[in-house]
């Protein structure tokens, strides 16, 4: 079947939508052709039972992903149908994926799905429920916001993209809003926050119980690309400046001092400008909030240490953080005074899993580097992987810090 596609001014994508795909998700997915089965399905004793229908020339099928750090053997039986079912597992949105002999599989009976990107692709989602009632990533009975989707067409790279943009209950009939513009990792795109990472759920709620300030959160495309809701997949080609325009920036030579990526310049030159020229939002420094995950905290501290002047608040959770050894030659200007770096920031927040690769890799001398200098920051360890299992913990966390 040919697939359509049609991209609108600006869309909102609202909880109910979200909600009817868990839930289709939760009860088992489609029957289409073949078998009858359900997958995944999710236990009162919080394991989950996956079924896959292979080929019956099929050997051996795995289902691994953020299920506790395990991979899990399936057992064929009757029809060609593959089982495995998991230890009981904390009330939690995980994803996971099928290994087929060899080939990594969605699972086609969930239509629940991750978008992926690279060398990562797509993953299923399953969501174990809490005793408890909606946990604070899911919707609630409270006032919501909304997502929308703006597409633009980016001068610095040279290509249309799109980012999504969280507005707070009420932002219609407001003034002038506080900004967090929050960045995804490498194996996601913009609509990883939204989908998976559901902060407009953990901000609807935050806000509702008085803990974080009514706020607009702005989650662009990371990678150097076309969007794939923007049109055909195309790479970032930096177009020649304008008559009398300045001349990008060109890259930094090996241990040299470090420039803005293609994507800071982006997020600086053509996002910022386009929101706060559109959106009711502040365009004071201490209005202004970055961070992100991973790849995207990486892109965070490049923005920061390079540009300190115009955000008040750093968040960065798992970050792919630079060599340690580096940073002094790579920001040479926020290092030269730390003094005056110590008065840029109300807030220097970072946080990794316990159990991240990246914690021994690169974040713990980061944090090692940054108090030997004694730049104010704060470092926390939590527990986890390197997995949404901790980012939307981490965000929880983080947001009613902000704008204070």
């Known amino acids: ?94 994803t996971y994926s099928f290994n087929v002999d060899g080939v990594v599989a969605l699972d086609p009976r969930n239509t629940n799905t991750k978008m992926g990107y690279g060398g990562f692709g797509p993953v299923s989602v399953v969501e174990v429920p809490g005793d408890n009632g909606p946990a604070f990533y899911d919707v609630k009975n409270v006032p919501h916001g909304a997502v929308r989707i703006q597409p633009y067409f980016s001068k610095t790279m040279g290509v249309g993209r799109t980012v999504w943009i969280y507005t707070p209950p009420g932002y219609d009939t407001g003034k002038s809003y506080p900004v967090f513009y929050l960045m995804h990792g490498a194996g996601d795109i913009e609509s990883g926050w939204t989908l998976i990472g559901r902060a407009n759920n953990i901000l609807d709620n935050l806000i509702a119980e008085g803990k974080a300030k009514p706020m607009v959160v702005v989650m662009p495309l990371g990678h150097a690309i076309q969007s794939f809701y923007a049109g055909p997949s195309k790479n970032a080609a930096t177009p020649a400046p304008a008559a009398g ?143 949404w299992t901790v980012w939307r913990y981490h965000l929880n966390e983080v947001a009613p810090l902000l704008f204070k």
């Open 1 to 94: 079947m040919k697939s359509t596609r049609t991209i609108f001014p600006a869309i909102a994508v609202t909880g109910a939508v979200l909600l009817a795909t868990s839930a289709f998700a939760q009860g088992g997915g489609g029957r289409g052709r073949g078998p009858g089965v359900a997958s995944p399905e999710v236990g009162a004793d919080k394991t989950v039972t996956f079924r896959y229908v292979a080929p019956p020339n099929a050997q051996q099928i795995t289902v691994s992903g953020e299920l506790g750090g395990k991979s899990y053997p399936m057992t064929k039986g009757e029809n060609n149908v593959w089982t495995a079912k998991t230890d009981p597992l904390a009330p939690d949105i995980y």
């Open 245 to 387: 325009a300045a001349a990008p920036a060109a890259p930094a030579a090996p241990g040299g001092p470090a420039t803005l990526s293609l994507f800071a310049r982006d997020l600086l030159e053509d996002v910022m400008p386009m929101v706060e020229k559109t959106m009711k939002v502040s365009a004071k420094p201490e209005d202004r909030a970055v961070g992100g995950l991973s790849m995207g905290g990486g892109q965070t501290i490049n923005i920061a240490f390079s540009r300190p002047e115009l955000f008040k608040y750093v968040v960065l959770m798992s970050p792919a953080a630079p060599n340690a050894a580096s940073l002094e030659t790579a920001y040479p200007n926020f290092f030269g005074d730390i003094a005056a770096a110590n008065k840029r920031f109300k807030l220097f927040w970072m946080a990794v899993g316990k159990d991240d690769t990246l914690v021994g890799n690169a974040d713990k001398a980061f944090d090692e580097k940054l108090t030997a200098v004694k730049f104010n920051h704060a470092f926390k360890l939590t527990d986890g992987r390197h997995e």
